[in-house]
Every structure is written in structure tokens, then in C-alpha cells.
């Protein structure tokens, strides 16, 4: 029973609704999705197999992620000789327009789950000031997260 909720879930969340824009304002559509459960119960191989049936999708382990890893960061790269400071986007704006994936978001500390929050909600976009750069990247996807309970059982 436990297992059919899970799948119910899965499905609504690959088929989530659009964003929906009138005169009475715009509507975010994407299905953010929480997946916690002990360790063990096959979330992982859930969450990968999901990852190959979505159309566009990004998928990230939690651990290790960093605030740049999630929304941006300035790079610099060579043109023509010259290095130039480009933006090279997250697992968020990558999943613009898509779905975004991340396993053991439990292991995903404080400081970044405001960043996760900031660029989901509203009007969904990663503000990013870098390296004299200034840009809006778009993050308008349904977030899948895993993780184990705080305190076990």
C-alpha cells in the first residue's frame, strides 16, 4: 500500500500541471515532491528510474552539493586567446522546463536549502551577481527529494 502511494505520487509528479498565466496572475504548476523514508527502501532506485522515464530531467546526489552546485557560478574560460568570466548554471536552471532530482537531501545543509527555496518558489529564478555578472536564470521545475528521517525510525 505504502509502495502504491509512492508510484501515485511518482506519476503526478512526472504529469504535473503547467504554469498557468492570466489576467487574474501566474500560477506555478511544478509538483514539488518529498520522498523520506529509513535507509534501505530502495529511494535511490526509484529516483534513478524516474531520472530515465522524465523527458528532461537533472539528477544530483545531496551530499556533497553546494550552493554553486545548485543555482550558479562564474567561470572563467579562454575566447580567442583573451579569459573571459562566463556563468556556468546549476542543477536548477539545467533543469528549467524539466525535472530536478536530488538524493539524499537530507545530507543538504541549511544555507542551501534557502537557496533551493528562493529559486522554486515565486518567481522562480536563481538572481545571480558574479564576477560582474548579472543575470535571472529561469529555474521553473518539480523538484523530486529523497532523504532518510532526522532521527531515524
Same mark, same amino acid.
Given at each position: 500500500?505504502e509502495l502504491?502511494t509512492?508510484?501515485?505520487a511518482s506519476?503526478?509528479?512526472?504529469?504535473?500541471?503547467?504554469?498557468?498565466d492570466?489576467?487574474?496572475?501566474?500560477?506555478?504548476?511544478d509538483l514539488h515532491?518529498g520522498?523520506i523514508?529509513?535507509?534501505g527502501?530502495g529511494?535511490? =532506485?526509484?529516483l534513478s528510474r524516474?531520472? #530515465?522515464? $522524465?523527458p528532461?530531467? !537533472?539528477f544530483?546526489s545531496?551530499? @556533497?552539493?553546494s550552493k554553486?552546485g545548485? =543555482?550558479?557560478?562564474?567561470v572563467q574560460? #579562454?575566447? $580567442?586567446?583573451?579569459t !573571459?568570466?562566463?556563468l556556468?548554471p @546549476?542543477?536548477l536552471?539545467?533543469a528549467?522546463g524539466?525535472?530536478c532530482?536530488i538524493d539524499e537531501?537530507?545530507?543538504?545543509?541549511?544555507?542551501k536549502?534557502?537557496?533551493?527555496h528562493?529559486?522554486?518558489?515565486?518567481?522562480?529564478?536563481?538572481?545571480v551577481?558574479?564576477?560582474?555578472i548579472t543575470a535571472?536564470?529561469?529555474?521553473r521545475t518539480?523538484?523530486l527529494?529523497?532523504g532518510?528521517?532526522?532521527?531515524?525510525?
Amino acid at each position: 500500500e505504502e509502495l502504491d502511494t509512492v508510484f501515485e505520487a511518482s506519476v503526478a509528479w512526472l504529469f504535473n500541471a503547467y504554469r498557468i498565466d492570466n489576467d487574474l496572475g501566474s500560477y506555478r504548476g511544478d509538483l514539488h515532491f518529498g520522498l523520506i523514508g529509513d535507509p534501505g527502501r530502495g529511494k535511490s =532506485t526509484i529516483l534513478s528510474r524516474l531520472n #530515465e522515464i $522524465a523527458p528532461k530531467s !537533472e539528477f544530483r546526489s545531496g551530499t @556533497g552539493l553546494s550552493k554553486i552546485g545548485l =543555482t550558479a557560478a562564474a567561470v572563467q574560460e #579562454e575566447f $580567442a586567446g583573451t579569459t !573571459e568570466w562566463t556563468l556556468s548554471p @546549476g542543477i536548477l536552471p539545467r533543469a528549467n522546463g524539466g525535472h530536478c532530482i536530488i538524493d539524499e537531501v537530507d545530507d543538504v545543509v541549511d544555507e542551501k536549502t534557502k537557496s533551493m527555496h528562493d529559486a522554486l518558489e515565486g518567481d522562480q529564478m536563481v538572481k545571480v551577481d558574479k564576477a560582474g555578472i548579472t543575470a535571472d536564470l529561469p529555474t521553473r521545475t518539480a523538484l523530486l527529494a529523497s532523504g532518510n528521517p532526522v532521527h531515524g525510525r
